[in-house]
């Protein structure tokens, strides 16, 4: 059955020695005695993350995604399908599609039990390049145009250095990123004319780069690039339509646990609180969304301070696990 979901600078000059260097993977020091101003800021910026973390309105109204026009991508487990059931509770209007058809006639069953008025589905390997474009003309055929376009699915392979082929870059590049690109450009006309939203869930591998995970961090980033600049350019053409970038931690979903098992010690997200997190940032247009919240905190060490940031993710890592895969 599906769960509940849950509702919930300036300028830093730096002493020399905690300039950015190239730090070599197999020996990233821990950064134990660090100048007093930069405790400080460490301070300040986790004390103003908690506020907003736990007193920031976002102005939420669950009543604006009754009847929305949504296509979800990448909706038949984790988050993707967590987010199906909120779209569902809330009244949306929904087309999900996933690579695996059996898992989405289920969702789409427990859509309709949850209350949504209308669900269709089609099965679509994002891996295929025809397939993007198809979807979406799927999507505004039987709503008849789209509010939301929330762009979810993902395609992994395990953590390692074999992950580096080039055939499996480009089955990444074409899954992660390519795909993201394609299905956007064909629904911006719909989304324009109806000053709708594009959600894009990213994963934090797109802001802070880590080891063994080569070729998926720089899809991941491309995909921060590329709709940051398309949101400026949207902007300056005086374009309604919101984009809002969401940075999540490790998906609670089989599949993903079994990409980097053994590899990370970082737990997965619950699935219905991160969905619900990208549900909110995405009806109230917001420019981005962190969950677990102390990512923002990773993200802002990552331009900060590189040295405790690398630190800080070795200690995740198990470097033997990943070398030997």
């Given at each position: 059955a599906p769960s509940p979901g849950f509702t919930p600078f300036s300028c830093l000059s730096l002493p020399s020695s905690w300039v950015y260097r190239p730090v070599p993977a197999t020996s990233v020091p821990c950064p134990s005695a660090g100048p007093q101003r930069t405790m400080k800021v460490l301070l300040l910026?986790?004390?103003?993350?908690?506020?907003?973390?736990?007193?920031?309105?976002?102005?939420?109204?669950?009543?604006?995604?009754?009847?929305?026009?949504?296509l979800l991508t990448g909706a038949s487990a984790g988050v993707g399908e967590e987010l199906a059931y909120h779209y569902a509770r809330l009244g949306s209007h929904l087309v999900l599609t996933a690579h695996t058809e059996a898992l989405l006639q289920k969702v789409v069953g427990n859509c309709r039990k949850l209350g949504a008025p209308k669900v269709f589905y089609i099965a679509a390997d994002m891996a295929s390049p025809e397939a993007p474009e198809s979807?979406?003309?799927?999507?505004?055929?039987?709503?008849?145009?789209?509010?939301?376009?929330?762009?979810?699915?993902?395609?992994?392979?395990?953590?390692?250095?074999?992950?580096?082929?080039?055939?499996?870059?480009?089955?990444?590049?074409?899954?992660?990123?390519?795909?993201?690109?394609?299905?956007?450009?064909?629904?911006?006309?719909?989304?324009?004319?109806?000053?709708?939203?594009?959600v894009v869930v990213s994963s934090l591998l797109g802001r802070v780069p880590t080891s063994f995970s080569t070729p998926y961090s720089a899809a991941k980033f491309a995909l921060d690039s590329f709709f940051g600049s398309l949101r400026r350019e949207l902007d300056v053409q005086d374009v309604n339509v919101a984009i809002t970038m969401c940075v999540l931690g490790l998906r609670d979903r089989a599949s993903a646990a079994e990409a980097v098992r053994g590899v990370t010690r970082v737990k997965a997200a619950p699935g219905p609180k991160a969905a619900l997190a990208v549900i909110r940032g995405g009806a109230t247009r917001a420019a981005g969304v962190f969950y677990p919240w102390r990512f923002h905190l990773l993200c802002l060490l990552r331009?900060?301070?590189?040295?405790?940031?690398?630190?800080?993710?070795?200690?995740d890592l198990n470097v033997t696990a990943a070398a030997a895969a």
């Open positions: 910026t986790g004390l103003g993350a908690l506020f907003f973390a736990y007193y920031w309105d976002d102005n939420f109204d669950p009543a604006s995604l009754q009847g929305a026009r949504v979807v979406v003309q799927f999507a505004l055929d039987k709503l008849g145009g789209l509010d939301y376009l929330v762009l979810n699915h993902i395609g992994g392979v395990p953590a390692g250095t074999r992950a580096r082929t080039p055939q499996a870059t480009r089955w990444l590049m074409q899954v992660n990123f390519l795909s993201y690109v394609q299905l956007t450009s064909r629904a911006l006309p719909s989304l324009t004319d109806s000053k709708g939203s594009l331009r900060w301070l590189p040295r405790p940031r690398a630190w800080f993710i070795r200690q």
